[in-house]
């Protein structure tokens, strides 16, 4: 199928309509060895979804002081309560994790995350990645 066609395919474009890339921080910025949560989502707000890239930072020696979490997918709902609007994101992936020595190998890991954002994506949330767990940190969207 040609990109033209998905321009005037009625089944594809609802899907896409109002979709937008969101590029931000979860984890205390700023403290020294805290691990810190990239993330870069095209959100379809008419689909509920978001999708994208997740890189987890941590100052910490190599082979884990980067990890990059592709095709994490998840969804995002709009709670309302009065005049303020809150959205949940739930995301979830996959990553390769290599065993530090004398461990030889790589292992596949899970990743999640919740956040509650406001309509700028200003929050709170927390990621776990393999057995660690980050809890209530802030969420910052970034440019």
């Known amino acids: 199928m040609e990109t033209s066609d998905l321009l005037t395919d009625s089944t594809n474009t609802s899907t896409l309509i109002g979709a937008y890339l969101v590029n931000g921080t979860a984890g205390n910025v700023g403290m020294p060895g805290a691990p810190i949560m990239h993330f870069s989502l095209v959100v379809v707000p008419s689909a509920n979804s978001v999708s994208g890239t ?3 930072t941590q ?3 190599p082979p884990n002081s980067q990890i990059v979490i592709r095709n994490v997918t998840g969804s995002i709902h709009e709670l309302v309560f009065g005049p303020n609007v809150t959205y949940v994101i ?3 992936g996959v990553y390769y994790h ?3 020595p004398p461990a030889i190998g790589t292992i596949q ?3 999640e995350a919740h956040l509650a954002v406001d309509g700028q994506w200003n929050g709170k949330g927390s990621f776990s990645y393999g057995n660690r767990h980050v809890d209530n940190v802030p969420v910052k969207k970034t440019n």
């Open 54 to 56: 997740v890189e987890i």
């Open 98 to 100: 290599t065993l530090t």
């Open 109 to 111: 890991e899970k990743f």
């Open 59 to 61: 100052a910490i020696p």
């Open 90 to 92: 739930a995301l979830e």
